[in-house]
């Protein structure tokens, strides 16, 4: 079956415009994360959704980052005012409701000149 | 603040001998941990896990150990093979929480 789609894969953007990254996660997962790995970093969290529940948006690092998640499916994370170090690889993961095992996507790296 | 810390950020091994990845974390409320593998270009990919209830963990080569007291793990890849090389992340979960929290990773290289 389908994995964790990401699109683009490559999106490269002057500074101060606004960006936005799609996430399609596998068919019948409720749960939908939003993480990013800027360079020589782990893994650093950013927002997850679950089913109708209020996203979490505690790892989001500022105002203009946001995301959406429409129908419980397709997940959007907008970035507005892009700065230089927004430059990193945005990573889409989804899984089961309360399953440990998160299934991550390919990612979109993001390049902010 | 790091919670989770992979301190060494690469290991060379010979094909056949034993890898062993560690990983130290700070937070005592962690009570789950994962070990994802990463290629380039690609995602991580979930290799295997552990509950804090547990010590050991084994799957096929791949084991992992738990240290509650010590607040380390570590991944045990026997015999390495040269298909491992990778980027391996160290990721640990509060329970009650959904988010995961990960090491900066370690790059494996198995040669032939």
């Known amino acids: 079956g389908a994995g964790v789609s990401q699109s683009p894969s490559n999106k490269v953007t002057e500074k101060g415009k606004d960006v936005e990254l799609r996430c399609d996660p596998i068919?019948?997962?409720?749960?939908l994360y939003w993480y990013r790995q800027s360079l020589g970093q782990g893994l650093e969290f950013l927002i997850y959704f679950q089913g109708n529940s209020a996203p979490d948006k505690s790892g989001l690092p500022s105002d203009r980052f946001s995301a959406e998640r429409t129908g419980g499916s397709v997940s959007t994370l907008t970035i507005q005012r892009t700065q230089q170090e927004d430059s990193a690889v945005y990573l889409c993961?989804?899984?089961?409701?309360?399953?440990?095992?998160?299934?991550f996507g390919p990612g979109t790296r993001l390049t902010v000149t | 603040d790091q919670q989770v810390k992979q301190n060494s950020p690469s290991l060379s091994v010979q094909e056949g001998r034993i890898s062993i990845l560690n990983c130290d974390y700070t937070n005592s409320m962690f009570d789950y941990f994962l070990w994802y593998k990463k290629y380039p270009a690609e995602g991580p990919t979930f290799l295997i896990s552990?509950?804090?209830?547990?010590d050991k963990n084994e799957d096929g080569r791949f084991t992992v150990f738990l240290n509650k007291s010590a607040k380390h793990l570590s991944l045990h890849i026997v015999p390495s093979q040269p298909g491992d090389s990778a980027v391996y992340f160290c990721?640990?979960?509060?329970?009650?929480?959904?988010?995961?929290?990960f090491g900066k990773g370690m790059k494996l290289t198995v040669n032939p």
């Open positions: 990721a640990a979960r509060k329970g009650g929480s959904e988010k995961l929290v």
């Open positions: 552990i509950s804090s209830i547990k």
């Open positions: 068919s019948g997962h409720t749960a």
């Open positions: 993961a989804s899984s089961f409701q309360g399953a440990y095992e998160q299934y």
